[in-house]
């Protein structure tokens, strides 16, 4: 069973940089696509990024477009989501997650329907 770990959440200024990573292990077959969401308090789950396994397609929500980059490293089987020049709305809890069903249309990408595995959570906040 796949599992995953979050990891280089924080508390930072407005403006401010952090990076993410999700360590995967445990998986015995290619994915179809892997990402991240996120849950302010109050609000439904949200999709910021995520990419395709199998044509290396990354997705972006609109709020976070040119802000956030999503990149992996396929030898340490790690995902990173780099967040730059964040803001107070971008405080939440970000999850990575996993699925080795196939999606068919891009905007199901950032869909958390779409996800079977899913990490623990690693809180960002964002101080104005």
């Known amino acids: 069973q796949l599992q995953l770990v979050e990891s280089g959440g924080g508390l930072v200024q407005s403006g401010g940089s952090l990076r993410l990573s999700c360590a995967a292990s445990g998986f015995t077959k290619d994915y179809e696509a892997i990402g991240w969401f996120r849950q302010a308090p109050g609000r439904e789950r949200e999709g910021v990024s995520c990419?395709?396994?199998?044509?290396?397609?990354?997705y972006y929500a609109d709020s976070v477009k040119g802000r956030f980059t999503i990149s992996r490293d396929n030898v340490r089987n790690t995902l990173y989501l780099q967040m730059n020049s964040l803001k107070p709305e971008d405080t939440a809890v970000y999850y990575c997650?996993?699925?080795?069903?196939?999606?068919?249309?891009?905007?199901?990408?950032?869909?958390?329907?779409?996800?079977?595995?899913w990490g623990q959570g690693t809180q960002v906040t964002v101080s104005s």
């Open positions: 990419a395709s396994m199998s044509d290396g397609s990354t």
């Open positions: 997650a996993a699925t080795e069903k196939l999606i068919y249309y891009d905007r199901d990408y950032l869909a958390d329907w779409a996800y079977d595995y």
